[in-house]
Every structure is written in structure tokens, then in C-alpha cells.
């Protein structure tokens, strides 16, 4: 197909880069992407890549490529909120990690080689629909479009459909070096006054790790700065007493509603994070990310007719996909993200911690 038609996708994370990247490979000639910050640019985010990202990126031919920049996991150190802790092991990748801003530095520049027209530093105010088309408002002036993709993460003001009020986390990291630890082992730590969240330590390529956590957006007292300052006290032990720490903290809020909302308005098609499409429990949504920004570009390919006409009806397929592709696992983590709430949690984690529980999880694990 050659399509001459104006294309924009707002925010350039895995969602946006994807559809990008996807709509300029089926033909479309026109297709812009949008980033409100420069480039690159850092992003509040572990940068674990579990199974479901990876074989993803494996459909994709991208993942040997990307994991040349990752760190290889074989093994997570769970913690339970009564602080005893348990090893899961695999005799093969459990995950990759690699740092958001190197993700989605090599997801840009896919979309670019594919022939995206890519402009950072573009911050989008406002999307407005008028008959035959969609004009994106910018600081440096607008954009006309017959289709946009809005996946601009938690904080997307033109996304009026999905406002962020009620399902929301708040998480905060920082990079270090010189910080003991398993370059092979992500650790998990789970405590009452993160509840029903938790705090991590990654690995990252050249000895660095990432610590963070996520906690609840309504909690009382501590700030965001006083939770990582006694997790890096109380979690890490006597590790962090001579580890360096690389840049400031940055936080963000996580857009976790565990319920899928309306993600088309008529030529607006919404994505990613943008469109809530997180895992409750774990926060990740690397892999909806990926998932939502490839059936946006399907559902705006499947629009198109003759190449010169968008039918905005035809658009509507994209709410029945985005539905039947992420319903169960989205409605299942916000169950999991309950139990992790109730009372019912701690005593379940400290017997997950026993060493019998955690012979068995080996066995399991190693003949997945």
C-alpha cells in the first residue's frame, strides 16, 4: 500500500515508536512522531523485559538487536513483607534489562530508518477534531492529521478520555554504581508501607543498577523521597554505604486503573499507557506498550482505502482488539493487586519464602 495521507502518533515511548515505525512500513508516507522532551530522555522505569516483551521483539526481528544492550537475568530474590526472602532460579533467561532511554532511543530509530519524520522538543497542548481530520495543537504551531495515535504515557493532557485520577501509583528510581550486587539477579522487596507495591534493585549493563520503588498515590505522611530513603536503609542493608549515585532521582506516576477504558474518539486512537494498559500489580507496561502500538497502526492500516481515503468507522476495531488482547491479563492483575492488599498476603509470602516452596519453584521453573 502507499498512503499519502497525514499521520501523527503523540509521545514517543514503545507505543508511539511502534505504531510509528509500523504505519511507515506498511506504506504510509506521511507519518509523524511527536515528543514533548529533547532527545533522548530519561524515563522513570526499571527497564525489565520479561517473556512477553521479549517474544515480541523476537516476532518483530528486533530482539537480538536490542538485548546486544541489556542485562541478562537468570534469577529474582523475592522479600516478603515479613523480611525473609527466597531465591527463584531458571536455567535460561528470565528477563533482559535495558534502560528505557537506551529502549527507546533503538525503537526511534527503527521508526526513523523506516522513514518516520521524527521531531523531539514538540510539546503537544491540545488535539482537536474537526470534519475530515484532526489538527495537534504545539507550542510551534499545529499539525494536521487524518489519524492520531495518542500514547503519551500517564501524563497525556490531550487524552481526555482516560484523566488521571483513580488508579494511579507514583514510583521514583535512581541509577548507581559501585553498588553490590548479582549482575544475573532482579530483586523484589515487599513491605507494608509500599503496600500493594514494592521496591526493586536491576541490574543494568557496564555494573550499574537501577533502585526504585512504587507506592500507592494515596498514602499518608512519608513523601516519595522519604520511602526510597528508608528503603535504601532498610532493604539494601550495608550495600548502598559506598555506591555512587549516577544523576538526580526522578519519579513519575504510573497510570494503573486495571479496567480497559474507551480508546478510540473518533480519528484518535489511544495507546500504551496513555490508554491504561499497565499491569496492576507489577506497574510494567512495556509489553501492552509494544501490543497496543502495533494494533493501532493494524487498525489505521485497515482504514485506509484506495491509499487517499481514511474511514473513520472502520477505526472502531481498535477498541474490539485492544478489549480482546488485554482484558483478561489487565482484569487479573488488578485481582492480584487486591490480594497483594489484603491481610491475607503477608503470611502467603513468608510461606513462599520457605525452603521447601523454594526447591519447588526451582523444579517448576527449570522444566517451564
Same mark, same amino acid.
Given at each position: 500500500?502507499?498512503?499519502?495521507?497525514?499521520?501523527?502518533?503523540?509521545?514517543?515511548?514503545?507505543?508511539?515508536?511502534?505504531?510509528?515505525?509500523?504505519?511507515?512500513?506498511?506504506?504510509?508516507?506521511?507519518?509523524?512522531?511527536?515528543?514533548?522532551?529533547?532527545?533522548?530522555?530519561?524515563?522513570?522505569?526499571?527497564?525489565?523485559?520479561?517473556?512477553?516483551?521479549?517474544?515480541?521483539?523476537?516476532?518483530?526481528?528486533?530482539?537480538?538487536?536490542?538485548?546486544?544492550?541489556?542485562?541478562?537475568?537468570?534469577?529474582?530474590?523475592?522479600?516478603?513483607?515479613?523480611?525473609?526472602?527466597?531465591?527463584?532460579?531458571?536455567?535460561?533467561?528470565?528477563?533482559?534489562?535495558?534502560?528505557?532511554?537506551?529502549?527507546?532511543?533503538?525503537?526511534?530509530?527503527?521508526?526513523?530508518?523506516?522513514?518516520?519524520?521524527?521531531?523531539?522538543?514538540?510539546?503537544?497542548?491540545?488535539?482537536?477534531?474537526?470534519? $475530515?481530520?484532526?489538527?495537534? *495543537?504545539?507550542?510551534?504551531?499545529?499539525?494536521?492529521? /487524518?489519524?492520531? =495515535? @495518542?500514547? !503519551? %504515557?500517564?501524563?497525556?493532557?490531550?487524552?481526555?478520555?482516560?484523566?488521571?485520577?483513580?488508579?494511579?501509583?507514583?514510583?521514583?528510581?535512581?541509577?548507581?554504581?559501585?553498588?553490590?550486587?548479582?549482575?544475573?539477579?532482579?530483586?523484589?522487596?515487599?513491605?507494608?508501607?509500599?503496600?500493594?507495591?514494592?521496591?526493586?534493585?536491576?541490574?543494568?549493563?557496564?555494573?550499574?543498577?537501577?533502585?526504585?520503588?512504587?507506592?500507592?498515590?494515596?498514602?499518608?505522611?512519608?513523601?516519595?523521597?522519604?520511602?526510597?530513603?528508608?528503603?535504601?536503609?532498610?532493604?539494601?542493608?550495608?550495600?548502598?554505604?559506598?555506591?555512587?549515585?549516577?544523576?538526580?532521582?526522578? $519519579?513519575?506516576?504510573?497510570? *494503573?486503573?486495571?479496567?480497559?477504558?474507551?480508546?478510540? /474518539?473518533?480519528? =484518535? @486512537?489511544? !495507546? %500504551?499507557?496513555?490508554?491504561?494498559?499497565?499491569?496492576?500489580?507489577?506497574?510494567?507496561?512495556?509489553?501492552?506498550?509494544?501490543?497496543?502500538?502495533?494494533?493501532?497502526?493494524?487498525?489505521?492500516?485497515?482504514?485506509?482505502?484506495?491509499?487517499?481515503?481514511?474511514?473513520?468507522?472502520?477505526?472502531?476495531?481498535?477498541?474490539?482488539?485492544?478489549?480482546?488482547?488485554?482484558?483478561?491479563?489487565?482484569?487479573?492483575?488488578?485481582?492480584?493487586?487486591?490480594?497483594?492488599?489484603?491481610?491475607?498476603?503477608?503470611?502467603?509470602?513468608?510461606?513462599?519464602?520457605?525452603?521447601?516452596?523454594?526447591?519447588?519453584?526451582?523444579?517448576?521453573?527449570?522444566?517451564?
Amino acid at each position: 500500500m502507499n498512503c499519502d495521507l497525514p499521520l501523527c502518533v503523540v509521545g514517543a515511548g514503545p507505543s508511539g515508536a511502534t505504531a510509528a515505525r509500523l504505519l511507515a512500513q506498511s506504506g504510509c508516507r506521511r507519518v509523524i512522531l511527536l515528543e514533548k522532551c529533547g532527545w533522548p530522555r530519561r524515563k522513570t522505569c526499571a527497564g525489565g523485559l520479561g517473556p512477553r516483551a521479549r517474544e515480541w521483539l523476537d516476532r518483530q526481528g528486533l530482539l537480538k538487536e536490542a538485548s546486544v544492550a541489556a542485562s541478562r537475568i537468570t534469577s529474582l530474590r523475592f522479600t516478603a513483607p515479613s523480611g525473609k526472602s527466597a531465591r527463584l532460579t531458571m536455567n535460561r533467561e528470565m528477563a533482559i534489562v535495558m534502560p528505557r532511554d537506551s529502549l527507546d532511543a533503538f525503537l526511534v530509530s527503527k521508526a526513523i530508518a523506516a522513514g518516520v519524520d521524527f521531531r523531539p522538543s514538540t510539546e503537544v497542548t491540545s488535539v482537536r477534531q474537526e470534519s $475530515g481530520g484532526v489538527v495537534v *495543537c504545539t507550542h510551534g504551531g499545529d499539525i494536521e492529521a /487524518d489519524a492520531v =495515535v @495518542l500514547a !503519551a %504515557g500517564a501524563l497525556n493532557r490531550a487524552a481526555d478520555k482516560q484523566p488521571l485520577r483513580t488508579g494511579c501509583a507514583h514510583s521514583i528510581m535512581a541509577r548507581f554504581a559501585d553498588f553490590p550486587h548479582n549482575p544475573g539477579e532482579m530483586e523484589m522487596i515487599y513491605s507494608k508501607n509500599l503496600s500493594p507495591y514494592y521496591a526493586w534493585l536491576f541490574p543494568e549493563p557496564g555494573g550499574l543498577v537501577n533502585v526504585g520503588l512504587v507506592a500507592p498515590s494515596r498514602r499518608k505522611g512519608a513523601s516519595l523521597h522519604d520511602l526510597f530513603d528508608d528503603a535504601l536503609e532498610n532493604f539494601f542493608g550495608w550495600r548502598p554505604a559506598g555506591a555512587r549515585q549516577i544523576g538526580r532521582r526522578y $519519579g513519575a506516576p504510573i497510570r *494503573c486503573p486495571g479496567r480497559i477504558g474507551t480508546v478510540v /474518539d473518533g480519528r =484518535v @486512537l489511544i !495507546a %500504551g499507557e496513555s490508554a491504561g494498559l499497565v499491569h496492576c500489580l507489577t506497574c510494567e507496561g512495556i509489553p501492552y506498550a509494544l501490543e497496543s502500538g502495533e494494533l493501532a497502526a493494524s487498525a489505521i492500516v485497515r482504514s485506509i482505502t484506495g491509499g487517499s481515503r481514511l474511514d473513520p468507522l472502520a477505526l472502531r476495531w481498535y477498541q474490539r482488539a485492544v478489549e480482546r488482547r488485554f482484558w483478561l491479563p489487565v482484569t487479573m492483575s488488578a485481582l492480584y493487586r487486591w490480594f497483594v492488599a489484603s491481610p491475607a498476603f503477608p503470611p502467603a509470602a513468608h510461606l513462599g519464602t520457605s525452603p521447601m516452596f523454594e526447591r519447588f519453584s526451582a523444579f517448576v521453573l527449570a522444566k517451564a
